[in-house]
Nanobody
Framework: VQLVESGGGSVQAGGSLRISCSAS????????MAWFRQTPGKEREVVAS?????????WYADSVNGRFNITKDGGRKIVYLQMNNLRPDDTAVYYC?????????????????WGQGTQVTVS
């Protein structure tokens, strides 16, 4: 059981990038998924989360609200993070995470699964 990220890369400030997280081996119901990011010397921070159980339950960190959009393709069990109007301080390794918890518990219970990370560089 693993999460597989893809789609990172380099982009100029103001540009857009979409990264993906495949959870194809998961039992998709009651799964909270999130994107984190980390830069050297700093703690990993959550930037967006999503409830895979249906509906439109999402959460965004203030730093990305209005610029990033987390979505899912339930049939293919993929979660996307569309990043718009990127800034140099968005540069980080982005990680996908998941936990078999309800939305009420999302972010409170420990994250059970992590991807390997994908680098996003904004210059």
């Amino acid at each position: 059981v693993q999460l597989v990220e893809s789609g990172g890369g380099s982009v100029q400030a103001g540009g857009s990038l979409r990264i993906s997280c495949s959870a194809s081996m998961f039992t998709y119901s009651r799964l909270c998924m999130a994107w984190f990011r980390q830069t050297p010397g700093k703690e990993r921070e959550v930037v967006a989360s999503l409830d895979s159980d249906g509906g439109d339950l999402t959460w965004y960190a203030d730093s990305v609200n209005g610029r990033f959009n987390i979505t899912k393709d339930g049939g293919r069990k993929i979660v996307y993070l569309q990043m718009n109007n990127l800034r140099p301080d968005d540069t980080a390794v982005y990680y996908c995470a998941a936990a078999h918890v309800t939305w009420a518990q999302c972010g409170k219970a420990p994250w059970e699964y992590w991807g390997q990370g994908t680098q996003v560089t904004v210059s």
